[in-house]
Nanobody
Framework: QVQLVESGGGLVQAGGSLRLSCAASGRTTSDYDMGWFRQAPGKEREFVARINWAGGRIYYTDSVNGRFTISRDIAKNTVYLQMNSLKPEDTAVYYC??????????????WGQGTQVTVSS
């Protein structure tokens, strides 16, 4: 089992920044890629970004590319999502996930509990 705990959500004005954190624990966490998904009200959960623990393989969905940065701290077993130039359409519950990379996304096996991000206009 892999346990994921997110933190760092909140309310921010459009154009602002937030950094989400995801602390991972459990057996063989390094076997999986780590990523972020989000779900806005009334919409399906969508992939945002992923990274492998070695750090050499990163992928972003088009809508956040150039504004969001995913990174990881191996010593802390923590993955981060730095979100800049936030837009109201970024408002969603953001979920950390562990899983396998797939073309243009990720196949998650484990989920965190989610953290709310609200961007006001």
């Amino acid at each position: 089992q892999v346990q994921l705990v997110e933190s760092g959500g909140g309310l921010v004005q459009a154009g602002g920044s937030l950094r989400l954190s995801c602390a991972a624990s459990g057996r063989t966490t390094s076997d999986y890629d780590m990523g972020w998904f989000r779900q806005a009200p009334g919409k399906e959960r969508e992939f945002v970004a992923r990274i492998n623990w070695a750090g050499g393989r990163i992928y972003y969905t088009d809508s956040v590319n150039g504004r969001f940065t995913i990174s990881r701290d191996i010593a802390k077993n923590t993955v981060y999502l730095q979100m800049n130039s936030l837009k109201p359409e970024d408002t969603a519950v953001y979920y950390c996930a562990a899983g396998d990379p797939v073309v243009r996304g990720m196949s998650p096996y484990y989920w965190g509990q989610g953290t709310q991000v609200t961007v006001s206009s």
